[in-house]
């Protein structure tokens, strides 16, 4: 057990125990501190809190820039301490007031939101969205920073979820958002114009890559591009015509799909295959010099990147998102 | 002249790692040791073993390599898998047999801590 020093202010200090391997996120939560979070993994950069006079757990000062770790920030979600805290909330990051443009529902479990351009971003990175002062989760961005003059998201419904739902149902045409960032390493370098590129995904995967595909292609990428979405039922695809007209654009890329759960009708015509896995080393065997964009669920992007590396990619030419992985 | 230096030091290691952990995870010998969850932090550690066994700068003593190894009830096939997942990677870099062997004796240096006996 270990304690942890909440300072509210400068005279208010609230103190809270931490149980065996608790993180100081999920104490401060559990007292009623209202700590802001999103990702819970280490990525949204949300939970950010600072400690400037005690020691910090490595492990939660993972991705943060130099400077961040020398003034004291850490991820409370990924911080286990053994010693005593004392910590505060940060302000670090500006927050820019972002406005909603256009709602689209695409389908029954897809949203396209699309905001106004408060800030600089890269394709396929990602921006913290937020709800209420303490409710945030992260989005990446599908759109192209100087072809769109807007911010565009894809957003998946999971119906007991906190944030996803609001997008469809509570959030309006007009309303203000918050927004931060950007942050993420998924975006397409221009060096290597003629290296094959394997673009992967799972549902709203896609977002990213359908931005880092029209980046590539509006930056003159001239190499193959596979680009191959799973999802589990033919209704979990979608932006099937956007990406049918990209293909006729632009013959270096390709578009293929993956559905795990086919009807028998479905999966006698054989128009998509059943195993995005085995699918990918069909459509693009060998890896070797080729770049790789993966984003979707840990178990898919750990799996396929296992298999992208044993198929030749270099380890550091596989870039990935992790959209939800739930701490166990 | 260290062989460290003289297969390129730093560079030798990045040229290695990918090449090393691919035979690595491919060998059902040893994978499962290595098919961690976290692969980024698999590939440091990766990194970690070449440039130790190339001769490089690292902080490592043999006491080290015995706790790092400890509990995992490695045997004789578990070194000599990693060994030879480390000479085939060597000679598909083409480095000369007498770096390969001079690595090589450094692998085998701390043999006994790393299995514990
Ligand atoms: C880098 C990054 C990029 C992302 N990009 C996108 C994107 O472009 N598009 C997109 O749609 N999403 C994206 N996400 C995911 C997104 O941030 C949210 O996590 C997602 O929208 C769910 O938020 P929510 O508040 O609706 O659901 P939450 O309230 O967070 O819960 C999610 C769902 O999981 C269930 N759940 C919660 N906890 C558990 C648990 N312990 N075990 C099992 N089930 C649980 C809930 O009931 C709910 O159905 C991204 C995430 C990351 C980290
Ligand atoms: C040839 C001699 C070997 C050397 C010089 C060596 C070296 C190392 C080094 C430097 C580390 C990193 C320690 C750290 O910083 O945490 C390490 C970790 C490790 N080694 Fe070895 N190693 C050897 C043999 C083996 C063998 C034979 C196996 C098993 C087949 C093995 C399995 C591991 C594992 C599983 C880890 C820990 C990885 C982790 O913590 O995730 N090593 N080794
Ligand atoms: S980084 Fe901690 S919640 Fe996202």
Redesign the interface.
């Known amino acids: 057990m270990c304690e942890i020093y909440f300072r509210r202010s400068d005279d208010q200090v609230e103190r809270v125990s931490l149980s065996q391997g608790e993180t100081v996120l999920n104490g401060l939560l559990n007292r009623g501190v209202e700590v802001p979070y999103g990702c819970l993994t280490g990525v949204c950069q949300s939970c950010l809190l600072r400690s400037t006079d005690s020691e910090i757990p490595e492990e939660s000062q993972k991705g943060l820039s130099a400077s961040q770790k020398k003034m004291g920030y850490f991820l409370s979600c990924c911080c286990r301490p053994k010693q005593a805290m004392i910590v505060s909330l940060s302000n670090l990051f500006k927050k820019e007031t972002s406005q909603v443009l256009e709602k689209e529902i695409l389908t029954d479990q897809v949203a396209r939101l699309r905001i106004s351009k408060a800030l600089c971003y890269r394709s396929g990175q990602f921006l913290t969205l937020w709800k209420s002062q303490d409710v945030a989760r992260t989005y990446s961005i599908a759109s192209h920073p100087s072809h769109d003059d807007f911010i565009e998201f894809h957003v998946r419904l999971y119906d007991n979820g906190v944030f996803s739902p609001w997008i469809f149902d509570g959030i309006n045409v007009g309303d203000e958002i918050e927004i931060q960032g950007p942050m993420g390493e998924c975006f397409y370098n221009a060096n290597g114009k003629d290296q094959p590129m394997l673009l992967s995904g799972i549902g709203t995967g896609l977002a990213p890559l359908y931005g880092i595909a029209r980046d590539a292609l509006l930056s003159g990428h001239t190499g193959r591009i596979l680009l191959l979405i799973g999802s589990r039922t033919k209704q979990g695809l979608y932006y099937e015509e956007e990406l049918k007209a990209l293909q006729r654009d632009y013959p270096q890329l390709e578009v293929k799909f993956s559905v795990s759960e086919l009807d028998r009708d479905e999966a006698a015509t054989k128009s998509h295959s059943r195993d995005i896995y085995s699918y990918a080393k069909v459509l693009m065997p060998d890896l070797a010099g080729a770049k790789v964009f993966l984003c979707g669920g840990e178990s898919f992007v750990r799996k396929m990147r296992r298999q992208c590396f044993l198929n030749g990619a270099n380890m550091d030419d596989i870039a990935s998102d992790i959209f939800l992985c739930f701490p166990s | 002249m260290s062989v460290y230096e003289a297969i390129g030091g730093a560079a030798a290691v990045d040229a290695a790692?990918?090449i090393f952990?691919?035979k690595v995870?491919?060998d059902e010998r040893i994978s499962e040791f290595f098919?961690t969850?976290d692969?980024?932090e698999q590939?440091k550690k990766q990194k970690a073993f070449l440039t130790m066994v190339f001769g490089g700068p690292n902080a490592y003593t043999g006491k080290d390599m015995r706790s790092a190894h400890a509990g995992m009830n490695l045997t004789v096939v578990h070194f000599d898998a990693v060994a030879e997942a480390l000479v085939s990677t060597l000679e598909d870099l083409e480095v000369p047999q007498g770096h390969i062997n001079e690595i090589v004796g450094i692998a085998l240096s701390v043999k006994d801590d790393v299995l514990n006996v």
């Open positions: 790692v990918d952990y691919r995870l491919s098919d969850v692969m980024a590939h």
